[in-house]
């Protein structure tokens, strides 16, 4: 007889869902699996020209289905029957538009095809022009500034923003929604079988760092201060919520569908949801001052301080600080990086698509060798420039880039900022610009640490995690480089999805708190990057350059 316990930690990313089933005694990860979205792959609902980027909430199920049944499939039969909890994080801000039964809009005949009434993924940007109006409201009217727990800017990436800029675009579907729900907190109502608008529990997380929730406000931001900003708005705070939830509570119990869909047991405890990168910080072990980097298409940087000593600071130009959205007890801190891996992405698709293109109409080749030769390539663009970028001199080049290829997050979030490159010659080569990109990425991430610091934050540990961390050493060694700090690298392959885990371990009742949850369960780290005292050096005055750069860029946009 098995005697263990498990948790199950579902971890919803941009392009994907991976389940893991993880031994609460010790946190040995039993088994994993991955979901990439079918709808989402294929392109279907957006617009990358216009900014938007919307998904179907029949991906995240069918997602969150096969991968619990996958990856109890790998385990031992008696794993199923010993599961006693299950947490989910999710990219955000990520609302959609629901009906009073708490369905999506698009999951009903009208709107099945409507991208307004689909999930807004967190880097639709398409509410420029609205946050812009919360910033300008919020310093004006003459009542409370509800931007002044989000680092005192309001972001187009944000839940307001983005209903605000929905409902005025689509009418059918400002009539049709009841209410807006984030992604975190649908996916544990939809398991639960707890899915009414006014009464599921939403997440602490996202509607403090997102939604200007504080308790300082009694919630949200009040009626006078809603309808001055668009009087469309009336009325939908009563049919949003005032209280919520941290991370480590349970929000209910798994409902008989889903546990008949999943083989589970009706008593498996559903804990709050949160949002991936405070996952991602408790998976990584996440200490008071350690500034936890989760570093993937974008980056979030994550910072925990005990209230006695941080709880009075406002810290300019963030994502927000909130009472235990990351460990409960202490303050909550987000900045980050609305592009990161995705602007080597983005580098890697500018040089392929010649190729791609010629590979296509090519009658040398059959139709499979093309196949694997454009496989082959795309698997190997990024190494290949990385190895070469490497070889080259710090400064060697005369090339400084700026990373708002996708606006500015943090600090100061402006997202209709837009990437720019400087001091390209006729010698500039492919490696060159690379190690440009790599540098204005690791550049951004120091500005987000100067705010901190300058800000009476101070940042004693650097730890990375996500894609990014664990596949480019040489990525991580010029971060290292830049920000002349050591920065260690966490060694579990699923971080946000194990910090899901020690969630629904405490939320479950294995463990009292989520500091007991940590020690228990911490997968550890294995690798670390010590700067290079001689390559600091010379970053120095690139930097200086960047920030010029960039201050030239912002002032003409």
């Known amino acids: 007889m098995n005697n263990k316990k498990y948790v199950i930690g579902v971890d919803y990313g941009s392009d994907s869902v991976r389940s893991v089933v993880v031994d609460t005694s010790d946190g040995t990860e039993l088994a994993s699996s991955v979901f990439h979205y079918p709808r989402w792959k294929k392109g279907d609902y957006c617009q990358p020209a216009k900014n938007q980027f919307r998904q179907h909430p029949l991906d995240y199920l069918e997602g969150l289905e096969q991968t619990i049944t996958r990856v109890l499939a790998k385990c031992e039969p008696s794993v199923a029957g010993s599961v006693v909890g299950l947490s989910v994080d999710t990219t955000g801000s990520t609302p959609v538009a629901v009906n009073e039964a708490g369905t999506p809009l698009s999951l009903t005949p009208e709107f099945a095809e409507n991208p307004n009434a689909m999930f807004v993924l967190w880097k639709d940007h398409t509410a420029v022009a609205e946050a812009e109006e919360i910033n300008e409201l919020a310093r004006s009217w003459g009542g409370t500034d509800f931007t002044r727990f989000e680092g005192g800017i309001y972001s187009s990436e944000w839940f307001w923003a983005k209903l605000l800029h929905v409902i005025r675009e689509d009418q059918k579907v400002r009539e049709a929604a009841f209410s807006w729900v984030e992604h975190c907190d649908w996916i544990p109502a939809m398991l639960t079988g707890s899915t009414n608008p006014l009464t599921l529990k939403r997440s602490r997380c996202a509607a403090g760092h997102k939604a200007m929730w504080h308790e300082d406000f009694d919630g949200l931001p009040d009626e006078a201060f809603l309808i001055k900003l668009d009087p469309m708005l009336a009325g939908l705070r009563e049919r949003l919520y005032t209280n919520t939830y941290t991370a480590d509570e349970p929000v209910g119990t798994l409902s008989q569908e889903w ?72 303050l909550g801190l987000e900045a980050g990086q609305s592009a990161f891996g995705d602007i080597y992405a983005w580098f890697k698709n500018v040089l392929m698509w010649p190729g791609v293109e010629l590979l296509k109409k090519s009658e040398v080749i059959d139709e499979a060798t093309k196949e694997r030769l454009i496989e082959e390539m795309g698997d190997g663009i990024i190494a290949r420039l990385s190895e070469e970028a490497a070889k080259m001199p710090i400064g060697e ?112 009742g294995i463990y009292p708190n989520v500091e007991s949850a940590k020690k228990n369960m911490g997968g550890g780290f294995d690798a670390e990057y010590h700067p290079n005292q001689e390559n600091v050096a010379l970053y120095k005055p690139l930097y200086e350059t960047y920030s010029k750069f960039g201050d030239f860029i912002e002032g003409i946009s």
């Open 259 to 330: 546990a008949e869909k999943l083989g589970l047991s009706t008593s498996v405890v559903i804990g709050a949801g949160t949002f991936d990168a405070h996952a991602g910080a408790v998976g990584g072990e996440i200490e008071a001052y350690t500034l936890s980097k989760v570093m993937g298409t974008s980056t979030c940087d994550m910072l925990v301080a005990p209230f006695d000593e941080a709880g009075d600071k406002l810290v300019k130009g963030i994502c927000g600080q909130v009472n235990g959205s990351i460990v409960p007890g202490m």
């Open 397 to 508: 080049s005369g090339i400084v880039a700026l990373d708002w290829m996708n606006g500015r997050r943090t600090p100061d979030a402006n997202q209709s900022l837009k990437g720019a490159i400087l001091g390209l010659n006729l010698g500039s080569d492919a490696p060159a610009i690379f190690k440009s990109l790599v540098e204005a990425t690791c550049f951004g991430s120091k500005k987000i640490v100067d705010r901190f610091i300058s800000e009476g934050i101070p940042i004693r540990k650097v730890v990375a995690l996500g894609g990014v961390a664990k596949k480019s050493p040489y990525v991580m060694q010029v971060m290292a480089d830049v920000l002349d700090m050591p920065i260690k690298v966490a060694k579990s392959e699923q971080t946000p999805a194990l910090g899901a885990a020690m969630l629904a371990a405490v939320a479950s």
